[in-house]
Antibody, heavy 127, light 110 residues
Framework: QITWKESGPTLVKPTETLTLTCTFS??????????VGWIRQPPGKALECLGF???????HYRTSLGSRVTITEDSSKNQVVLTMTNMDPVDTATYYC???????????????????WGQGTVVTVSS | QSVLTQPPSASGTPGQRVTVSCSGS????????VNWYQQLPGTAPKLLIY???LRPSGVPDRFSASKSGTSASLAISGLHSEDEADYYC???????????FGGGTKLTVL
């Protein structure tokens, strides 16, 4: 069973950098086919995948965020860290980390599924 | 504006069968598998369907899904009051090179 502990600020000021840490147990990195992603959800709105990385150290980031988002991992500590620079009030959201399973099939294409989620951290961007 | 399009709401009465649609393009649903998530009020999303039509362990077989071309659908049969939640579809997008979600469908059990 996968468990998560998320930590980080609940309030950041505009232009500041957000750093959120997810500490997990129940799986190991790197493990073929597995990874960790960050997903956010603005109040009353839909889910947005900010990015994720997987076992071969490949990383994908939401293109609309440009270079604002960085995901790093420390497999020795079982931690994954999200860093988002230049925060704006529109970035106010609940931020989730999630375990991902990634595999590619010549016939079916790519599957990226998030099968275990942290409880989420509510981050408000306000001066 | 979400890359995948879902109806904002759906409803049904207990015992009824309801479907939720998800429309995409050749870059996402047309080329890759679809996942569905259920989000109960105030909680984190839960994986309901993966790889288009597979259920994780513990998900009742009342939930089923399929896709055709660039559209996918989630069906819930024998609707229960506890099925009242938001449902999101998701797929990899080859053009955006990222995982995209639908706008979500709020299911109300009348």
């Amino acid at each position: 069973q996968i468990t998560w502990k998320e930590s980080g600020p609940t309030l950041v000021k505009p232009t500041e950098t957000l750093t959120l840490t997810c500490t997990f147990s129940g799986f190991s990195l790197p493990t073929i086919g597995m990874g960790v992603g960050w997903i956010r959800q603005p109040p009353g709105k839909a889910l947005e995948c900010l990015g994720f990385f997987y076992w071969d150290d490949n990383k994908h980031y939401r293109t609309s965020l440009g270079s604002r988002v960085t995901i790093t991992e420390d497999s020795s500590k079982n931690q994954v860290v999200l860093t988002m620079t230049n925060m704006d009030p529109v970035d106010t959201a609940t931020y989730y980390c999630a375990h991902s399973i990634v595999y590619d099939s010549d016939w079916y294409g790519r599957t990226v599924s998030f099968d275990s989620w942290g409880q989420g951290t509510v981050v408000t961007v306000s001066s | 504006q979400s890359v995948l399009t879902q109806p904002p709401s759906a409803s049904g009465t207990p015992g009824q069968r309801v479907t939720v649609s998800c429309s995409g393009s050749t870059f996402n649903i047309g080329s890759n598998t679809v996942n569905w998530y259920q989000q109960l009020p105030g909680t984190a999303p839960k994986l309901l369907i993966y790889s288009t039509d597979l259920r994780p362990s513990g998900v009742p077989d009342r939930f089923s899904a399929s896709k055709s071309g660039t559209s996918a659908s989630l069906a819930i049969s024998g609707l229960h009051s506890e099925d009242e939640a938001d449902y999101y579809c998701s797929a990899w997008d080859n053009s955006l090179n990222g995982q995209v979600f639908g706008g979500g469908t709020k299911l109300t059990v009348l």
